[in-house]
């Protein structure tokens, strides 16, 4: 039985009833029989028509519900996972870690999930591991099972030991999703520091982070010319650009297959830039770029002018900073213990280049600026060298995909900033790796993000995409004895950001 509202004209007016109808069989078909006319629902009492319906329910055995009987439990970040579940299953991401990390046992701890918790994590409020293990009951998982502190520790040991494992398995799945071209693979170093000085990986190295008198790691990071990171390695803080950039080719040869590649800072660098005095063709406010052709060999000098001011400040700095230091060497060590010193500074600070030291013939402790180097630095502000053997591409098309460069560099300071790459917590060097890969890790998910959010011709950037979805909740409802999951109603905005990434409807009530 159920209520249906049957419309009647009489005397030029339609009326409404409500009435009380069943289905029944009769010949054949299937009719609706009338069992009671409640009246013009018009003129029905709503008060009297609600009695009445509780009146009914006690004959079916069945408490009535009452709106004060509804309690609020609690209200559940739903629209940031929602996005991140739906680039995660995209990129059959649990497989991808259940392959790589070997589950054929039966292991009890679902590293999947953790995976999956930390990464969200990362993206909407980066916290220490310790601390997510109460964040995350503040976001609906489908799993009642909450992870502990030990089962991010162990998750992060396996993200490392099963690193080249996981990117092999992500590249293949883009390429198949996105049909990755990669012609140009770009590649970068930032640093990040630390506070302690537990971890073995943490050296005295170039300071990416301004501050040359804390101990780093280094992080290189292969992206497309689309921004998409498909690898990664952490380094030694005191390793050099050089040795990262060997093993990375190396690494790129072996597991990819990719030969071009964006150097920088290589030994070529003054030999390019003597053999051309043509003006930079301005490709917009933050990439000027000439060319010079030797043999089969093409160089794009690129400058970068917000890097050239970045640049220049930078060795300001480290200028005032290490001469500062030599000014408060003390007056009563000799001139050699002076010099000795002077060369240590020099070294840990990495600013051999801008000083000239020595012990002049009065057998006193000098030192003065090396001016010729630092005019010659001027030069290189700012300026990098693309190398390329290919020929069926223009100039301009290799350095318009260069621009994704200042992107990449981006890339580094949101890794830090906005994926909070900082501080790390953790002294264990494969617990650091860990902690890097799933930073890195969510770094793709927001670049897709961004991918689907401009394929859709939205106008969101990835960070007001989540902040948006942050108010899309899921409410825990307690009502009769059951618990009812309802999300709140869901704006343009949300609807347009979802249906981005493959989620056309939201599914607005749940049953616990």
């Given at each position: 039985m159920y209520t249906r509202i049957s419309?009647?004209?009489?005397?030029?007016?339609?009326?409404?009833?409500?009435?009380?109808?069943?289905?029944?069989?009769?010949?054949?078909?299937?009719?609706?029989?009338?069992?009671?006319?409640?009246?013009?629902?018009?003129?029905?009492?709503?008060?009297?028509?609600?009695?009445?319906?509780?009146?009914?329910?006690?004959?079916?055995?069945?408490?009535?519900?009452?709106?004060?009987?509804?309690?609020?439990?609690?209200?559940?970040?739903?629209?940031?996972?929602?996005?991140?579940?739906?680039?995660?299953?995209?990129?059959?991401?649990?497989?991808?870690?259940?392959?790589?990390?070997?589950?054929?046992?039966?292991?009890?701890?679902?590293?999947?999930?953790?995976v999956f918790i930390m990464l969200v994590n990362r993206l909407i409020a980066p916290k220490s591991k310790l601390a997510i293990t109460k964040w995350q009951e503040r976001i609906y998982i489908e799993k009642d099972t909450k992870p502990k502190y030990q089962h991010f520790l162990r998750t992060l040991n396996y993200l490392a030991k099963s690193k080249e494992k996981i990117e092999e398995s992500l590249f293949s799945r883009l390429t198949d999703l996105f049909s990755l071209k990669l012609n140009i693979i770009f590649y970068d170093l930032t640093s990040t520091y630390f506070e302690g000085k537990s971890c073995p990986l943490a050296k005295f190295g170039y300071s990416r982070d301004r501050l040359p008198d804390k101990k780093q790691i280094v992080l290189g990071l292969l992206v497309t010319d689309e921004g998409l990171p498909i690898a990664h390695q952490v380094y030694n803080g005191n390793l050099s650009d050089k040795t990262t950039l060997k093993a990375t080719i190396d690494t790129l040869k072996k597991r990819f297959q990719i030969k071009p590649l964006r150097?920088?800072?290589?030994?070529?660098?003054?030999?390019?830039?003597?053999?051309?005095?043509?003006?930079?063709?301005?490709?917009?406010?933050?990439?000027?770029?000439?060319?010079?052709?030797?043999?089969?060999?093409?160089?794009?000098?690129?400058?970068?002018?917000?890097?050239?001011?970045?640049?220049?400040?930078?060795?300001?700095?480290?200028?005032?900073?290490v001469s500062v230091e030599f000014m408060q060497l003390s007056k009563r060590i000799d001139a050699q213990s002076k010099l000795k010193k002077a060369a240590e500074i020099l070294a840990l600070k990495k600013a051999k280049r801008y000083f000239v030291i020595g012990i002049d013939k009065q057998n006193n402790f000098f030192w003065n600026l090396n001016e010729e180097a630092i005019s010659y630095e001027k030069e290189l502000d700012g300026v990098y060298i693309l190398k390329t053997n290919v020929q069926d591409i223009s100039a301009y098309e290799v350095v318009k995909a260069y621009k994704n460069l200042c992107q990449v560099e981006d890339a580094f300071r949101e890794i830090k900033d906005f994926l909070k790459l900082r501080?790390?917590?953790?002294?264990?060097?494969?617990?650091?790796?860990?902690?890097?890969?799933?930073?890195?890790?969510?770094?793709?998910?927001?670049?897709?993000?961004?991918?689907?959010?401009?394929?859709?011709?939205?106008?969101?950037?990835?960070?007001?995409?989540?902040?948006?979805?942050?108010?899309?909740?899921?409410?825990?409802?307690?009502?009769?004895?059951?618990?009812?999951?309802?999300?709140?109603?869901?704006?343009?905005?949300?609807?347009?950001i979802l249906k981005s990434v493959g989620i056309p409807k939201i599914q607005k009530i749940f049953q616990k």
């Open positions: 419309k009647v004209k009489y005397a030029g007016k339609t009326y409404r009833y409500l009435r009380i109808v069943e289905s029944i069989w009769r010949k054949g078909k299937v009719i609706q029989r009338v069992i009671a006319n409640l009246g013009d629902i018009n003129l029905i009492d709503k008060d009297n028509l609600y009695h009445l319906s509780v009146s009914l329910a006690r004959y079916a055995g069945k408490k009535p519900l009452s709106i004060e009987e509804l309690e609020s439990v609690s209200a559940l970040h739903y629209g940031e996972i929602l996005l991140t579940k739906a680039i995660w299953d995209s990129l059959h991401f649990e497989s991808i870690l259940k392959s790589a990390l070997s589950l054929k046992k039966k292991i009890k701890l679902d590293y999947p999930l953790c150097k920088r800072n290589s030994d070529e660098v003054k030999n390019i830039l003597k053999t051309t005095s043509r003006n930079y063709t301005i490709l917009s406010n933050i990439l000027h770029f000439k060319e010079v052709v030797s043999k089969d060999i093409r160089y794009l000098i690129c400058k970068n002018p917000q890097k050239q001011r970045d640049d220049r400040i930078f060795r300001d700095n480290l200028i005032k900073i501080p790390i917590y953790h002294y264990s060097p494969t617990r650091v790796k860990g902690h890097v890969m799933v930073c890195v890790l969510a770094y793709l998910i927001e670049k897709l993000l961004e991918k689907s959010l401009k394929e859709a011709n939205l106008p969101f950037s990835p960070r007001e995409a989540l902040d948006y979805l942050s108010t899309l909740r899921l409410v825990e409802n307690k009502l009769a004895g059951r618990h009812l999951l309802c999300v709140t109603t869901p704006s343009q905005e949300h609807r347009q």
